[in-house]
């Protein structure tokens, strides 16, 4: 992927030699007041983070929208190498339920969760996949992050990274600003051969990784801190909110919104207003 070249390097030594130019008064009354973004702006510049070279990439299955209505029935995890683009571990594994109002979804009758079989082993892999990882990838993490520490599931203390809301896939693959696991995989050449089991999507995220030239770019940019905004647009401008990957009244009820780093905020082509993060349990509420 392709960067944009600084300002110190389209200024040629000439340019830097000539006399700057002093702007009339009036022109500096008309113009435009720049972004204003106050709970970033005060904030000291920070070197980017570092990339990290393990990655512990997850999903779960679940028997409902969030952890007040339901319980997770599933882990799928894979550890990731980042230099050598490889796989090194993978586990999956079923945890009993007496119930799953979502087996049309995940197609995991219950009885099948209750079955003999050594998941505590296999979560104590799991555990251990998480101690030797530096970060962890979720497509949609403020679904699968709200699952761990509860029930039998460990706390998780590991940065995470959205590969659907954090990661900026390059403009090649024409992807929408938030895709799913299915067309990323597409874009990336990868088949889809099954869905919705654990195991299966952080497949298609470890595949598409081997093929991601620039993906320390990428987790990159993806770990830089992130804040809660809503586009200020009229409501016949919306769409260029929603080509700009806003949703419509999720953590912001009836307005655009999208966790944006300082950088991609002060980028975009129209304003935006910073406002409290909501929990994650709370943005899942109102989507239930």
Known sequence: MQEQPGLWQQNDLLGMAAPVPVEPPAAAATRSAPLSLPACASRPARALPRVPETLLILDTETTGLSSLQGQCIEVGAILFHVPHRAVLTQVSFLMPCAVNPAEGINGIPAAVTRLEQPWQDALACFRAMVAASEALVAHNVAFDRQWFGLGPLPVLDRPWICSMEDIRWP??????????????????????????????????????????????????????????????????ERHRAREA???????????WSRRLSRREAEALPFAVQLVPDPSASEVLARSA
């Open 171 to 236: 403009a090649e693959r024409q992807l929408r600003s938030t895709p799913s696991v299915r067309d990323l995989a597409l874009a990336y050449g990868v088949p889809v051969w099954a869905a919705h089991r654990a195991l299966t999507d952080c497949i298609y995220l470890a595949q598409v990784f081997e093929r991601c030239t620039d993906l320390e770019a990428l987790l990159q940019a993806a770990l830089e801190p992130r804040c809660l905004y809503r586009a200020d647009l009229p409501y016949a």
């Open 245 to 255: 990957g806003f949703r419509w009244n999720e953590a912001v009820p009836r307005a």
